[in-house]
């Protein structure tokens, strides 16, 4: 049976409760851009049956067009009524689109650069510290900047366009130097109280390009009386293979990272990046399969904890220092929909002395970035950015907050382009400046 046939048999109740109520197509980023029902979870789903039920190849340029078109965004659960868990069948269909490509077809560059980096760059730490420790090199430079504003990459791809508009400025209020190397770092000791023991997934975008939020997310932690374990053998987590069809290494990698942090023994994991927090939190279904891993992927799934998610829950403590900003929110895709995390940033930004917070419209909505879907297919990437920065400008913000890497770049490249003065920050990097005197 084909990937797709069975992520649609495991959701054949939920199908056939669909009541064609058309929800989803009033979330759906790219059916509200292009208006055709194909381009919408419901057609999708219709289209992976006809692959399923041998009507339709897996080939078919029609089925490849618009099963790639999808962001997934995952904003079509969250509306649907009959709980469609639509994120695991378009990562079904793409893990067939993939495997038939593999199979039958010579590949393209771009697929063979696609696999390399998938296969030979992320699941390898010291790779990933080494591509992007350059990627930030070339970032301070200033060269991308300048490239950018002289119009030099007009004449380029829009792919590669696309890349170097993501290496524009994107910095916070300070930046402190990561803490990499350490293996454990206590909290101050308090007098009767017994330190929380959490376990810190620092992610390879976050750890590399954003290691300040990283630090921000230690300091949190500590003033909130956690002792952090930073497990130093924790891989990528892989989201990226699984949302580009290769879930067999995404598997790989999962197994990695469960047999690693099994031996923390902490309550929480701790992540502040949205696409890996769904990720991790998926590790159950991901290796539903495997008897071996099964039952301790769902443990390790449970204990995941989205820094803002595991702070509000344990009742964190507020801010002491006032930062007069106007400040709006932008909710990641992954952490709204994937792990149905809503309130927890917004209140903990409330939370900040000073702050005027500033609701963004279509706060939910994707902004284009959606792991490499903005390298892959960059002009509907570049509208619904477009239409992002727009609603941004109308809150007259000086900080936008979001939790995601993604989102960050694509939020701070699209306010660059567009001559907006903003800072794009994390919601833990607002709380952790509120917490130094």
């Known amino acids: 049976m084909s990937a797709i046939a069975q992520a649609l048999e495991r959701e054949t109740d939920k199908l056939l409760a669909c009541v064609h109520c058309g929800l989803c197509h009033q979330v759906c980023p790219t059916y509200l851009k292009l208006g055709n029902e194909n381009d919408s979870p419901r057609g999708r789903i219709y289209l ?40 695991h069948l378009l990562e079904a269909a793409r893990a067939e689109i993939a495997k038939n490509r593999e199979e039958k077809s010579k590949p393209n560059l771009q697929e063979l650069i696609k696999r390399f980096v998938l296969r030979r760059i992320f699941p390898f730490p010291s790779r990933v510290r080494f591509i992007f420790g350059f990627a930030r090199w070339l970032k301070r430079t200033g060269l991308p900047e300048m490239a950018v504003k002289s119009g030099l990459v007009d004449s380029l791809p829009l792919k590669l366009q696309g890349a170097l508009k993501l290496l524009v400025p994107s910095e916070g209020l300070s930046v402190r130097n990561g803490h990499r190397g350490l293996w454990r770092q206590r909290a101050p000791a308090s007098a009767g109280v017994k330190p929380r023991k959490v376990a810190f997934f620092t992610g390879c975008v976050m750890e590399t390009l954003f290691a300040r939020i990283n630090q921000a997310t230690r300091e949190a932690l500590l003033v909130n ?49 949205a696409g890996c927090g769904a990720m991790l939190k998926e590790y159950g279904e991901l290796l539903a399969d495997d008897p071996q891993y099964a039952h301790r992927a769902e443990q390790f799934s449970k204990k995941v904890k989205d820094i803002t998610e595991y702070l509000v829950q344990i009742g964190f403590r507020p801010g002491q220092r006032a930062i007069k900003r106007r400040v709006t929110y932008d909710a990641p895709c992954h952490l709204l929909h994937g792990q149905r995390v809503a309130q927890p940033p917004i209140q903990i930004i409330r939370s900040i002395p000073g702050i005027q917070f500033v609701p963004l419209k279509d706060s939910e909505m994707c902004c284009g970035s959606a792991g490499i879907y903005n390298l892959l297919q960059p002009e509907m990437s570049r509208r619904l950015q477009e239409d992002k920065i727009k609603n941004i400008r109308a809150t007259g913000a000086e900080i936008v907050v979001t939790g995601n890497p993604g989102c960050h770049m694509q939020i701070a490249s699209g306010a660059f382009l567009a001559g907006l003065n903003i800072q794009v920050m994390h919601p833990v990097e607002l709380l952790a400046e509120s917490y130094r005197l």
Not at 58 to 78: K, N, Q, W, Y
């Open 225 to 273: 009386g956690c002792e952090i374990i930073t497990p130093q053998s924790q891989i990528c987590c892989g989201a990226l293979q699984a949302h580009a069809g290769e879930r067999e290494t995404a598997r790989e990698m999962a197994r990695k990272n469960i047999d690693t942090f099994e031996k923390a023994e902490c309550e929480a994991i701790i992540i502040n990046a």
């Open 48 to 87: 992976m049956r006809a692959v399923a039920e041998d009507r339709l190849t897996v080939d078919s340029p029609a089925f490849l067009r618009h099963i790639d078109m999808c962001v997934g965004c995952r904003a079509c659960e969250t509306a649907c009524p009959s709980g469609v868990l639509y994120g």
